[in-house]
Each structure stands twice: as C-alpha cells, then as structure tokens.
T-cell receptor, first 113, second 112 residues
C-alpha cells in the first residue's frame, strides 16, 4: 500500500515568487492536513481538508492557501515568498478524519533565497 | 504557556534501559494523544495513540495518559540505539480531531 506522496522533495525559490506543493494521500484517506516544520517553531498546523472542504486552519497569513480535489489529492500554495517561509512542509492523511492519527509524507523542503 | 510542552533533552539512556518521555498539555478538552518518532532528516512516524486514562502497551512501548493532570508519557523498554530519535507528543485540541498540536519534541539518545 503506497504511503503519502509529496512532490517535489526539494525546491529552491526566490523571494517574491510563489510555489505550489502537491500531496497524494494514502488510497482511501479523505482527510489531508498540511504542516510546516522549522527548527525554531517546530511542527505547526497549516490547514486540513476533508472531501474538498477546508475544515480547519492554523494561524498563518493569507499567503498560505490550499485546496483538495475530488480524488483527495491536495495542493498548497504560498504566494509572495519570504525568507522565513523556508521550511519542511509536511502533508499527512487520515482515514477517519484524524481520530486514529495522521500518517505523514516525506515532506517538501522549501528554501527561499 | 505553550499548548504542548516537552523537555527538549537530550535524554541519554544506556542500551537496554527504560526511556521515559513526558508531555503536558494545556487544553482540558483534548481528546486524542499521539506519540510520533522522527529520525533526523525524516518525517514523523506514528508509534502510539491513546485516548483514555491509563496505560496502553504495544511491544516495547507503553503510553500513559492522565487527563486530570493533563499529562501523557511514553515509556520505551529495552531501549536500543535504533530508538535514538526525536519523540514528538501531539494532541488534538477541543476544536476537533483534525488539528494536531505538537510539542517541540524530546531528543532521545541511546548509547551502547
């Protein structure tokens, strides 16, 4: 059974650009969450989608957005990149909407220069 | 006060010993509690979940939950060098199961 797949694995962008990250959840999982991990702030919740609806959102500026497609695949977008957006972005999926915990993908390492 | 607090460590234990990792949380409405293990350069891996007061055992791992004290712990018996990693405590807040609030993690080092 394939795990959570995130693409790309690594990304280097320039300040002011925008970026789109992709996540394919485990087959059958309908809940997809996104997290940002940095050495200073740790793992922080960005947002969660279930059946194409955003059900929860963390405390991030509006430059961070996401969406989920009918096949449960999800994308997150960061516009007007800042140096502080450099981080590991992790996608996680859940079968039951989170009660049983989330399975994480390998992440996308974003570096903003 | 942080929502989920853990000692950053490093916690150093000899091979074969019991490693005890602790976590406190601030939201009394929290429903679900998880322990994730994260090796350096890798993503978090779910190793234990616990939902009600008491102990839950899975192999060498035991999770303990005390909701009255807002405390959750993880015991690793017969620690092995391969257990050396950062252990993250995660809690779902009263807002629902779909948002995990993570502690900063405790770095465990098991030395031969």
């Amino acid at each position: 059974k394939a795990g959570v797949t995130q693409t790309p694995r690594y990304l280097i962008k320039t300040r002011g650009q925008q970026v789109t990250l992709s996540c394919s959840p485990i087959s059958g999982h309908r809940s997809v969450s996104w997290y940002q991990q940095t050495p200073g702030q740790g793992l922080q919740f960005l947002f969660e989608y279930f059946s194409e609806t955003q059900r929860n959102k963390g405390n991030f500026p509006g430059r961070f957005s996401g969406r989920q497609f009918s096949n449960s695949r999800s994308e997150m977008n960061v516009s007007t990149l800042e140096l502080g957006d450099s981080a590991l972005y992790l996608c996680a999926s859940s079968l039951l909407g989170g009660e049983e915990g989330y399975t994480f993908g390998s992440g996308t390492r974003l570096t903003v220069v | 006060q942080k929502e989920v607090e853990q000692n950053s460590g490093p916690l150093s234990v000899p091979e074969g010993a019991i490693a005890s990792l602790n976590c406190t949380y601030s939201d009394r409405g929290s429903q679900s509690f998880f322990w994730y293990r994260q090796y350096s350069g890798k993503s978090p891996e779910l190793i234990m979940s616990i939902y009600s007061n008491g102990d839950k055992e899975d192999g060498r791992f035991t999770a303990q939950l005390n909701k009255a004290s807002q405390y959750v712990s993880l015991l690793i018996r017969d620690s092995q060098p391969s257990d050396s990693a950062t252990y993250l405590c995660a809690v779902t807040g009263s807002g629902g199961y779909n948002k995990l609030i993570f502690g900063a993690g405790t770095r465990l080092a098991v030395h031969p």
